[in-house]
């Protein structure tokens, strides 16, 4: 997105009449002028181009520089060939119509199609190149048409005498099935200076192939920021999530990890970011939240035997959204099969008057209800053997932390 | 009135040095800092010659110049143009400077400031200082330092305001 003035060299001696670049020489350059005068008008609004003809009757400038799109490629009409190229005069009036131009914010840049033999020697070149360098012009040089012997050389002379941190470049195209302007469009002719040419190139709804999410940043900052942002909570989320699943795989059966994963992941979906700084406060949690589903169990008159899904997934609802977590706790035990994994309850059921005195605030529970005693009971025996479960998923969640 | 260094008052966004080279460039020569360095210098680049353009955030009136360089590489022909914006090194020589300061080798490394034409630079906004050649003659000019001094226009400086007393 380098704000530039560019004056584009066009090449109309008689060696453009030529055919082995398809349709002809001349052909193929002014397609590939074309191309450059649009990608460097996109690539920055404010950027200019001229063109000028190197032979002809002499070297005559066609527009100064200009940011008219269609000025430049009406220009390109109705160019005659004919002549001998004038590479140094050419360049001179290059450097002069740039050195006019309105905006002197502008960096100046010279694109020079050579497509003739050149009769300047080296020395000549060189000096050029130099006078190119001091009033810091870069210089784009594109090879083609015309093999020349010496050619390569001195042209590759011109631009290590210009060449100031490698903004001048260098191209040389022989001839071949490819057209100019395709093979044109991958060089730093287009490319500018590493920047800006495939966002052209990619133009549409392709637009911005470099980029992440398709949208460049130097357009839409705001927005790849965003894009960004919520890329990387989503990965977070994900994240936590897994965790949380591979956590309750690691102390449950087989059978409820799907379940649980895609109940974590939902749960992950409502609760959000809170549902990390959930997990990490589940211990402490624990024992109101396995109280809370324990009475809910005995409620609902199920096994006991709930699996720690449920005490992980309690904790990670909200400690305010106890109803959302009742309702997703019952929706769970549809598909869930029994387990045996008592984990925390254990240790909420050894204070039994707290149990009995929660049964009775519960609707519906009568606590002298024989079966709900034989319930505790059960449970409370099997205290001891999960044990050593309880301390695994402790030890699990202090990981976690 | 006191000539303050008016090096505070160089627009920096608009500093131009043509001829640079990349590594060496103009604010080792100008910033506060990097000119006292004699290690830190701007070299030309493709040959002996640097045209540098300073900008200012003021209109100020130039009264000496400081220039201080190695004893070969040095500057040895420095013109001063007042107010022209945008040289380039085809047209320098189209308008007559409005000083040309000859610097020898002991004061090119001293480093001492010459005094101007105070007359010429009386509403200066910007001054470009064309480099014609070194002391040497050789392809490269190093510059430590270059320095101004003069006076702002608009700006009262108040340390310089002395109080008028009563009659």
Request: charge should be negative; proline fraction near 14%.
């Given at each position: 997105m380098v704000l530039e003035a560019t004056m584009i060299c066009i090449d109309n001696s008689?060696?453009?009449?030529?055919?082995?670049?398809?349709?002809?020489r001349f052909q193929a350059q002014a397609d590939a002028v074309n191309l450059i005068c649009g990608a460097k008008t996109q690539s920055n609004p404010e950027n200019t181009v001229g063109i000028l003809t190197m032979a002809g009757k002499g070297v005559r400038v066609?527009?100064?520089?200009?940011?008219d799109l269609g000025k430049l490629l009406a220009c390109m009409h109705g160019l005659e060939i004919g002549g001998e190229l004038n590479i140094a005069s050419a360049i001179q009036i290059a450097q002069l119509a740039l050195k006019h131009r309105?905006?002197?914010?502008q960096r100046q840049r010279i694109i020079v199609f050579a497509g003739s033999p050149i009769k300047y020697d080296k020395k000549m070149l060189e000096s050029i190149g130099k006078k190119l360098k001091k009033s810091s012009v870069s210089l784009d040089i594109v090879d083609f048409g015309e093999e020349d012997e010496g050619k390569p050389e001195k042209l590759e002379a011109l631009l290590t005498a210009v060449n100031n941190n490698d903004s001048s470049h260098i191209v040389h195209i022989p001839p071949g099935p490819n057209a100019l302007s395709d093979v044109l469009i991958s060089t730093p002719v287009f490319t500018g200076d590493g920047e800006g040419g495939s966002g052209f190139v990619a133009?549409?709804?392709?637009?911005?192939?470099?980029y992440d999410f398709g949208v460049d940043p130097n357009i839409d900052p705001e927005l790849a920021l965003a894009l960004r942002v919520s890329m990387e909570e989503e990965r977070a989320r994900q994240e936590a999530a897994a965790k949380r699943a591979a956590e309750v795989a690691s102390s449950q059966n087989q059978g409820d990890e799907q379940s649980s994963k895609s109940q974590d992941t939902t749960m992950a979906d409502t609760t959000g970011a809170s549902a990390a700084v959930a997990t990490d406060a589940a211990e402490p949690m624990s024992e109101v939240d396995a109280l809370l589903q324990q009475a809910i169990a005995l409620s609902m008159q199920t096994p006991a035997s709930d699996s720690a899904v449920r005490d992980t997934d309690m904790s990670e609802a909200n400690n305010e959204d106890q109803d959302l977590a009742a309702a997703l706790q019952m929706s769970m035990q549809e598909g869930e099969k029994d387990s045996s994994g008592q984990m925390d309850m254990s240790e909420v059921l050894e204070d039994q008057a707290f149990v009995s005195s929660v049964l009775a605030s519960?609707?519906?529970?009568?606590?002298?209800d024989p079966s709900v005693k034989d319930l505790l009971a059960s449970l409370h025996g099997k205290s001891e053997s999960s044990d050593q479960k309880k301390d695994e998923e402790k030890a699990a969640k202090d990981d976690e932390k | 009135m006191n000539q303050v260094d008016l090096v505070d008052f160089i627009d920096w966004s608009g500093v131009e040095c043509l001829n640079q080279n990349s590594a060496h460039s103009i604010a080792n020569a100008l910033k506060q800092g990097y000119r006292e360095d004699d290690g830190l210098n701007v070299e030309s680049d493709a040959d002996e010659q640097l045209l540098v353009y300073i900008p200012f955030l003021q209109v100020v009136k130039l009264h000496s110049l400081a220039v201080k360089g190695p004893e070969e590489e040095g500057p040895k022909t420095v013109k001063l143009y007042s107010n022209r914006e945008h040289m380039g090194f085809s047209n320098v020589n189209d308008f007559p400077p409005s000083d040309t300061v000859e610097f020898s080798a002991e004061n090119i490394q001293a480093g001492k400031p010459v005094v101007l034409k105070y007359v010429k630079f009386q509403n200066v906004r910007s001054v470009t200082i064309f480099i014609e050649d070194n002391q040497s003659g050789g392809d490269v000019t190093k510059v430590q330092k270059i320095a101004f001094f003069g006076t702002t226009v608009e700006t009262t400086d108040m340390k310089g305001l002395k109080k008028i007393e009563d009659h």
């Open positions: 008689e060696w453009m009449r030529n055919g082995d670049y398809t349709p002809s066609l527009t100064t520089p200009t940011t309105q905006n002197k914010n133009a549409g709804p392709a637009a911005g192939g470099d519960l609707p519906g529970v009568d606590p002298n | -």
